[in-house]
């Protein structure tokens, strides 16, 4: 069932932290990443940014993966983020702290910055761990790669509660996700009762102007670069230029030769068109991509990899972008969102997300597109071939529809002066719907929604009880519980040993390995080596330790557990008797 979330003014003031209860937001991502900035990357990054540009949370903690990954995001935040960084406001933990942290933190939400990888794992040590079950969101990204249905039938599971949602960057995304639970079900035989799913909502991606203080200077710098006049009518794509993402560029160049064929040379005169984008090492089709342009008649420029400045530089020396999607790796769409800013009128394939974007004939105009309505025979090649192919052999049926792509082009080249006012239409249409601003105050209502939605299935605030293991949780002890010799079965009887003598008296030190300590501490040894001073059975040593200390930090009974394993293993604990 959908979320539609509330648009709160994006003028809203910063919540008000006097007199009030301190706020944690969470996640499991870093959101900034080193290295090229594409797609996904420019996404999460922006969406950080707004978010601690706005700043509606006391504390903002980030559980990653191994303390190397801490150390290099840490100086990433330092650069990007200095004054929460200086309030340490940013905290960053390993996620093996989850536990801990979740029973001793009433955290607002957990947002994910992709929901492909981490929301049901993190729902199911939610609910075993934490005081009350807060919001996890998690977002949309590429959709269509052939491991994906695995990927959401681990979010059909009982411990999925109506305060877990995915939200979709797209009305399109959002009915692709609904697609997948649907079909999973009918697959599975899975009711809505057992296997409940996310809630779902639609939150698109933002962007906001980029400072430009001479427009004017810019497009002709740009112009200079390309090496066209002020006269030249310049048509910009910009993406990964390649048939195998993103879009087929090739029906441009068939509109283009519809638009010579017509006779009508006032068109035709004095255009040139401009491809820009990532290009892979080693990949001849940009350099014949231009060849072929040339042939028909179109001069071509083609700009690899730029960089932001260079970008907005191409953005300012255009006339008309264009983006012919037709890869379902597509699922937003964030040029457009650019070039609207830009002030340009944008020629957009009908197709996936385009389509929440584009407002036809006011922001500029899209073109029909035409897909296969059975793809069984490429479906079954999946998982066999690079998921990369499957995709390109989707694309290659799915048709931007040329006669609609050339009259459309022609339209604009013939009137500058629609092309103004898409142009302008377009950039007030993304300033007001799609700035940073209003997104995040979309993702705070949300949020605040999210709270109000109550748990079916005895899952109480006061008592999460709904601590069901996923189905797709691989039970390590179950599975491989036949490689050890034997269990150690609650009532076996546990004694000190010499080595643990020697530690409980200071006159030995354990070894404790790197990546354990958040485990294993003297301060949980030493009690644990006193108590086991005379035989005792391990589930009455496993009772007293957890009476040692009654607050939230205190350690858990699997976290004991552990413990004791690790000192038999280590033989400051001996097995003094095992029961049959």
Not at 245 to 251: A, Q, T, Y
Not at 283 to 292: E, H, I, K, S, Y
Not at 310 to 334: H, M, V
Not at 455 to 476: A, C, K, Q, V, W
């Amino acid at each position: 069932m959908p979320v539609p979330p509330s648009m709160p003014s994006p003028t809203s003031p910063r919540v008000s932290r006097i007199s009030r209860t301190p706020r944690f937001w969470a996640t499991l991502d870093p959101f900034l990443e080193p290295g090229a900035v594409w797609g996904r990357k420019v996404a999460n990054e922006q969406f950080l940014a707004a978010l601690l540009r706005r700043d509606p949370f006391d504390e903002y903690h980030f559980f990653l993966p191994t303390p190397k990954e801490i150390q290099a995001v840490q100086q990433l935040f330092q650069v990007r983020f200095p004054r929460l960084a200086a309030d340490r406001r940013l905290r960053f933990f390993l996620r093996q702290d989850l536990p801990s942290a979740l029973r001793s933190t009433d955290y607002h939400c957990f947002h994910l910055s992709d929901c492909i990888n981490h929301p049901p794992a993190l729902a199911r040590l939610r609910n075993a761990h934490a005081p009350r079950p807060f919001p996890i969101t998690s977002v949309t990204h590429s959709l269509s790669y052939p491991g994906y249905p695995a990927r959401f039938l681990d979010h059909l599971h009982q411990g999925c509660t109506p305060r877990d949602c995915i939200v979709a960057t797209s009305t399109a995304g959002q009915n692709a996700v609904l697609a997948y639970f649907d079909h999973l079900r009918a697959s599975y035989n899975l009711d809505q009762e057992r296997f409940p799913q996310p809630e779902t909502a639609v939150i698109p991606l933002g962007m906001d102007e980029p400072w430009n203080p001479d427009p004017a200077a810019l497009r002709k710098q740009g112009r200079a670069e390309l090496e066209v006049g002020p006269e030249t009518r310049l048509l910009l794509v910009l993406g990964r230029i390649t048939p195998h993402s993103k879009m087929d560029i090739l029906p441009l160049l068939r509109a283009w030769q519809r638009i010579s064929g017509s006779g009508r040379s006032d068109t035709q005169r004095d255009v040139v068109l401009v491809v820009a984008g990532w290009v892979e090492p080693k990949d001849d089709f940009p350099g014949a991509f231009t060849v072929l342009a040339r042939n028909v008649g179109l001069p071509c420029r083609l700009v690899p990899s730029p960089d932001e400045a260079r970008k907005q530089r191409l953005y300012a020396a255009a006339d008309i972008f264009l983006s012919l999607a037709d890869n379902p790796q597509e699922t937003f769409g964030l040029t457009l969102l650019e070039a609207g800013l830009a002030g340009l009128p944008t020629i957009a394939a009908d197709y996936s997300g385009y389509r929440d974007i584009i407002q036809h004939d006011q922001t500029g105009l899209l073109v029909p597109t035409w897909g296969p309505p059975d793809s069984s025979h490429i479906d079954m090649l999946s998982g066999l071939i690079p998921d990369y192919e499957v995709q390109f052999l989707l694309a290659q049926q799915t048709a931007v529809h040329v006669p609609d792509l050339a009259a459309a082009l022609r339209r604009l080249l013939d009137d500058p002066l629609l092309c103004a006012t898409l142009g302008t239409q377009a950039r007030e249409h993304v300033r007001t719907t799609f700035s940073w601003s209003r997104v995040i105050g979309q993702y705070l209502t949300l949020w605040q929604n999210l709270w109000e939605r109550t748990s079916p299935h005895s899952f109480r605030d006061s008592h999460p009880s709904h601590d069901t293991p996923r189905p797709l949780e691989l039970p390590f002890s179950k599975i491989f519980g036949c490689y050890p010799s034997a269990g150690v079965p609650p009532q076996t009887l546990l004694v000190r040993t010499r080595t643990g003598d020697r530690i409980a008296a200071g006159q030995d030190f354990p070894v404790i390995y790197a990546g354990l300590e958040h485990l294993i501490s003297p301060n949980l040894l030493k009690p644990l080596l006193i108590l086991a001073r005379n035989p005792i059975p391990l589930d009455r040593l496993i009772h007293k330790m957890t009476l040692l200390s009654s607050d939230c930090t205190s350690p858990s009974p699997e976290q004991i557990r552990f413990i004791v394993h690790w000192a038999v293993k280590h033989d400051l604990l001996e097995i003094v008797e095992s029961p049959a």
